[in-house]
Nanobody, 128 residues
Framework: QVQLVESGGGLVQAGGSLRLSCAAS????????MGWFRQAPGMEREFVAAISWSGDRTLYTDSVKGRFTISRDNNKNTVYLQMKSLKPEDTGIYYCAADQPVLWGGHTMGDPERYDYWGQGTQVTVSS
């Protein structure tokens, strides 16, 4: 089992920044690729970003490329999502998730069905 706890959400004006954190406990954190997903009201959960177990590979959805950066610190068992130039359409509950792949899955890292463990989420609200 892996337990995931997100933090760092809040209310921010458009153009602002936030950094989300996801602290992991339980099994060896460095064995897992990690992903961030978000869900807006009335919408399905969508992929935001993913990072390999070593941090050498990342994947982003097109709408956040150049604005968001995913990173991880395996010594701290934490994955981060740095968000800049936030837009109202970035509003939603942000979830981190853990996946134990044999190999980095490339674009399939965006599939929520791959992920084995999920946090409870943290709310991000971007006002216009």
């Amino acid at each position: 089992q892996v337990q995931l706890v997100e933090s760092g959400g809040g209310l921010v004006q458009a153009g602002g920044s936030l950094r989300l954190s996801c602290a992991a406990s339980g099994r060896t954190f460095s064995n897992y690729a990690m992903g961030w997903f978000r869900q807006a009201p009335g919408m399905e959960r969508e992929f935001v970003a993913a990072i390999s177990w070593s941090g050498d590979r990342t994947l982003y959805t097109d709408s956040v490329k150049g604005r968001f950066t995913i990173s991880r610190d395996n010594n701290k068992n934490t994955v981060y999502l740095q968000m800049k130039s936030l837009k109202p359409e970035d509003t939603g509950i942000y979830y981190c998730a853990a996946d134990q792949p044999v190999l980095w899955g490339g674009h399939t890292m965006g599939d929520p069905e791959r992920y084995d463990y999920w946090g409870q989420g943290t709310q991000v609200t971007v006002s216009s």
